[in-house]
């Protein structure tokens, strides 16, 4: 493969002058994400435990928000799915979203729905 | 980059690379994809169990507060430094690929190398990980219904452990050892303390008190263990049926028997996959140092181990953010 790499991250903000470097700013940033996950994590501001959206936390949905972020680049720069064609790039990764958005998804609600079952049914557990 | 394969551009004919991409390498995204489907599938029953107890699911944050050769209280430290490791072996890792495109035989095999012992320490830390959790540090005890009950101390607040006040009352039972018997089998387990020296000791220590497995939904303690009162703790300890010391696959001391099973198998499973992407890399390494990529012309092989190792990094940073911080 004569390589044409793609050496810009960020949608073209940063650009790298060798494939090299890319992938020690890659490193960086992802050292970052990961610096701040587990400040975060340490701290847990209490303004971002004690507001919830959609039934969860501020907190873990910037958790699971930073997660895909680093997702993305292990995925499109270590991996180089940024260097090859498009089709292949979408049949890797749309095919995984969308099966496992729809698994997390019925499970997540039924999950919840035995949750109040638990609570609300007469059941006793605490004993 | 495969000089072998055919210029003929007929679709049926052979040699067609719609994708752009050979056919080893489609294969190994074919797998990596079904991977990540069956990781998913295993998170995704996780997220369901815990949904299902969200009121008494452990606090990773409770669980997993050591570090090696360091005494006290460093929640996610340990952990974060393993998310390191593995990045930083997944970097030394697209290094060598990228040696391996310029064809520079020496630089593959020092990046190979680097990516090795990253995963080695990788392992070794998720094996000490393990032990630390399986020997607990606490001890609680368990209810009839079940439920684990922990001890924290009423004046600071602190974790309390068996060991702290628990009474040494004599002529309780031993252990049975294998030159005891009459059959050459020993006993499984048999706690440090009885459910009655526990009991005694919480009677006999007015300042420990009993922090149950609910966590408080609302109001000023949101989101901490329930703890309570000297009198309740009394009351509570009457139900206690067995000590618990650490955690295997049938009750652990951190809480919620799940959360012991989730953790064995989910980190089992990532541990077992970088311990064969560790063993792969070997492999692919001595090849590399016996120069069969040079001979081949390419350096391919060593993409597509790239490929397995960084889908194992990936589905780390997954395991780590549902596992440990979520």
Known sequence: MAHGHKLEIFRGLLKFKSNTQKIWGVLIFLTVVTAIEVALGIIKPRALTHSHFLGMKLLNWIFIALTLVKAYYIAWDFMHLRDEKSSLRRAIVWTPIFLVAYLVFILLFEADYVYNVYRDGFVKWDF | ?326
Request: cysteine-free; charged content about 20%.
């Open chain 2, 1 to 326: 980059m495969d000089s072998t394969v055919a210029t003929e551009e007929n679709v049926w004919g052979g040699g067609n690379r719609p994708l752009g991409a050979s056919y080893g390498k489609l294969m190994m995204w074919f797998f990596l994809v079904s991977d990540a489907l069956t990781f998913s599938g295993f998170l995704a029953s996780y997220g369901f169990s815990r949904f299902k107890f969200i009121e008494t699911w452990p606090i990773a944050d409770e669980v997993f507060t050591h570090v090696p050769f360091f005494h006290g209280n460093y929640p996610m430290i340990y952990v974060a430094f393993m998310t390191f490791i593995l990045i930083m072996s997944s970097v030394t890792m697209v290094l060598a690929v990228d040696a391996g495109h310029k064809m520079k035989k020496n630089a593959v095999i020092w990046y190979m190398f680097l990516t090795i012992i990253g995963g080695a320490i990788f392992v070794g830390s998720q094996a000490w990980e393990w032990a630390t959790f399986i020997s607990g540090d606490y001890g609680a005890v368990e209810t009839k219904g079940g439920r684990i009950l922990q001890f924290v101390n009423a004046e600071t607040g602190k974790r309390a452990a068996l060991a702290d006040f628990a009474k040494t009352i004599p002529d309780e039972r031993v252990e049975h050892n294998e030159p005891n018997g009459v059959w050459f089998e020993a006993e499984p387990y048999v706690p440090s303390y009885s459910v009655n020296e526990v009991m005694e000791g919480l009677k006999a220590n007015p300042n420990i008190v009993i922090r149950t497995e609910a966590i408080h939904q609302e109001g000023e303690h949101e989101g901490h263990k329930t703890v309570l009162t000297r009198e309740q703790s009394l009351e509570k300890i009457k139900e206690s049926t067995m000590v618990v010391e650490g955690a295997n696959l049938y009750r652990n001391e951190y809480g919620s028997r799940l959360f012991a099973d989730f953790f064995f198998f989910i980190t089992g499973f990532h541990g077992f996959h970088v311990f064969s992407g560790v063993v792969i890399n070997i492999i692919i390494f001595f090849n590399v140092i016996l120069g069969t990529y040079e001979r081949r012309g390419h350096y391919e092989m060593v993409e597509k181990v790239g490929l397995y190792w960084h889908f194992v990094d990936l589905v780390w940073v997954f395991v780590f953010t549902f596992f440990y911080l979520v």
